[in-house]
């Protein structure tokens, strides 16, 4: 089984897939569990190895009343063994208990067998399912979350995937292993003719204080596999609020490795708890077996004795205790059913929705550049699908040259954030087209065009992990010294060396530990890393200190160098310097020009700059 352990989660996030187009079944109907099947077939030996399993223990338990009915029939009414000495007749007796034993530790290895194999296939197909869930929800346009609340994305990522385990590692073979035992037991009573007689089954006394240390290590075991659910939903929590900053520097592949491997962790422990459950059921099955043989040899002296008369009928009380058991079981199996089949149903509605952001299906590749990226826009319009009656941007058209500073300013709503969507293919334009260094964007492959791209956004997104890996995160592979360099680059080495640990230190969960100068250089750096021949800066120091922004723009001048920048500011005093600064109103270009030009036209931009300076 370990062999298939290792097999890629990404393998069957796209196979055989429900379609975003399939009328999904109405809630609670079993049809729904058949969304699991491309989870399932990977492990075919599995499921055959579980159904044999199964169905040995079944038919071993259906034979017990047939040894049961010999050991009374045979071993104590035949008249052959009753009319022999008192030595033969305990050596009928043990023959006919060596049987009843045999059966007892074959359906307890069956059984045990039949857990572990069960219960490996659910946690398997649960961190496949998991992964293949997660994977396909970053791999999303910004679309998707604006309808889908990420509170309840990570639930069915846990929640759902939970109830889906419990019926995939548990209640699909208990269900089919009552069905066969229910019906078994039936067709035995049909059969025979029974008689009444008191219950074989006797003193359990002894099973409880093993039952209670075993479950005690089970209990710890299954706190330590929560946990570790625990850590891999503290994963997704943390990207999926951070989805922009993951898919513009590309980093979808890594983030989903990451959540596997935390996965993998999570079904490792989970193997251990199941491998001490198995061990468990073979010694309680084992132990109620030698429990009812001590039951069933006091009958059989009680028989001897002449207090009560022998025959079939302790064969039809096992056959009962089997039916009325069988059925009690599967009440309980068929609820489990029908809320695995709903969670079923929500995971398989978030595996086939469709990002309308597609890789191209003739991709085309970018130049080489140096200098800077040319970027030209003609007549893009575009309307929020949330917003389809306003108009974000309207017939816009922009020219910027290789290794420009361009500013982007006016009033909220005025469709500067939005360009930035567009530029990374978060959205489509509905009209128009966009060219980066004369390529259109939708012919790009999305991780080239990204490659391309770095961003520093208004709220600098840190990861609960060390300085020096968050800045890395623009270049995964970038050297301690690369990274040590463009925190230079950023101002942030000075206070990086400060820390506890340097940049070793850890940071907190979204940097907690940093105040939001250190935070904004941090993101600085890691765009510097990147270096792309676009810096798309989003508001960068909107949210600082006088001290804080003046630290921050020396090192946005630092990225900024040697590349084309366009930058978004309400704060008018940070574009200054800008080559060309464009004012936007209600999605369109109203003027462009220099700060002097567009202060001594006495427009949209001026009428800002006065009321601006005039606050400050």
């Known amino acids: 089984m370990a062999s298939t352990s290792g097999r890629s989660a990404a393998s069957l996030a796209g196979a055989d897939l429900p379609a975003s187009s399939s009328r999904p079944p109405a809630k609670g109907q079993l049809v729904s569990l058949s969304g699991l099947r491309p989870f399932l077939r990977p492990y075919r030996l599995q499921i055959v190895l579980a159904v044999l399993f199964l169905l040995a223990a079944a038919a071993t338990t259906l034979a017990v009343p047939m040894a049961l009915r010999l050991l009374v029939d045979r071993g104590l009414v035949d008249p052959a063994v009753a009319s022999g000495s008192p030595g033969e007749r305990v050596l009928a007796l043990r023959e006919h208990f060596l049987l009843l034993a045999g059966c007892g530790v074959a359906l307890g290895l069956f059984s045990a067998a039949r857990f572990y194999t069960v219960s490996w296939l659910g ?208 009440s309980e199996v068929w609820g489990d059913l029908l809320r695995a089949a709903g969670a079923t149903e929500r995971l398989m509605e978030l595996l086939s929705a469709r990002s309308p952001v597609q890789e191209p299906a003739w991709p085309a590749h970018l130049p080489a550049v140096q200098g800077g990226s040319t970027l030209r826009m003609h007549g893009v319009s575009f309307h929020y699908p949330s917003r389809p009656d306003r108009a974000a941007l309207d017939g816009l058209d922009l020219d910027i040259r290789a290794g420009e500073t361009v500013a982007l300013v006016g009033p909220s709503g005025a469709g500067k954030t939005t360009l930035f969507q567009l530029l990374l293919r978060f959205y489509d334009a509905q009209a128009g087209e966009l060219r980066l260094d004369g390529v259109p964007l939708h012919e790009l492959p999305l991780d080239e065009l990204r490659q391309r791209i770095g961003i520093v956004p208004q709220d600098s997104v840190i990861f609960s992990t060390s300085a020096l890996e968050n800045i890395r995160y623009g270049r995964p592979d970038a050297s301690e010294h690369e990274v040590m360099a463009a925190a230079r680059a950023a101002h942030a080495d000075e206070f990086i060396r400060t820390l506890p640990q340097g940049y070793h230190t850890h940071l907190g969960e979204r940097g907690v530990r940093l105040s939001g100068g250190q935070r904004q250089r941090i993101s600085i750096a890691r765009a510097i890393l990147k270096n792309p021949p676009l810096l798309l800066l989003d508001e960068a120091t909107s949210a600082l200190d006088a001290e804080s922004e003046r630290v921050v723009q020396a090192a946005l001048e630092a990225a900024m160098s040697e590349r084309t920048t366009l930058v978004i500011a309400h704060r008018l005093a940070t574009v200054q310097k800008a080559d060309r600064i464009l004012v936007l109103d209600q999605g369109r270009l109203v003027e462009q020009g220099t700060h002097a030009e567009l202060v001594a036209q006495g427009g949209v931009y001026a009428r800002l700059a006065s009321m601006q300076f005039r606050a400050e």
């Open 123 to 330: 946690e398997r197909v649960t961190a496949d399912l998991r992964s293949a869930v997660y994977r396909h929800v970053i791999g999303q346009s910004p679309e998707f979350f604006e309808t889908s609340a990420t509170g309840e994305v990570l639930s069915r990522l846990t929640t759902d995937t939970t109830l889906v385990q419990t019926v995939v590692g548990s209640s699909l073979s208990l269900g089919l292993r009552n069905s066969v035992m229910g019906l078994g037991a039936f067709a035995m009573l049909l059969w025979s003719s029974p008689t009444v007689m008191a219950q074989v089954l006797g003193v359990l006394v002894l099973v409880v204080l093993p039952a209670l240390l075993f479950g005690r290590r089970v209990r710890r075991l299954s706190r330590a596999s929560q946990d570790r659910v625990a850590d891999a939903s503290a994963i997704a929590a943390e990207v999926m609020n951070a989805i922009p900053v993951v898919q513009s520097y590309t980093q979808t592949d890594r983030e989903a490795r990451r959540f596997a491997d935390a996965s993998e962790a999570a079904f490792q422990t989970a193997r251990r708890r199941t491998a001490v459950r198995a061990v468990l059921v073979a010694f309680i099955i084992s132990a109620t077996f030698a429990a009812l043989l001590f039951g069933l040899y006091q009958g059989t002296q009680s028989v001897l004795r002449g207090e009560s008369t022998a025959g079939e009928l302790g064969q039809t009380v096992v056959y009962v205790i089997l039916l009325v058991g069988s059925v009690a079981v599967l």
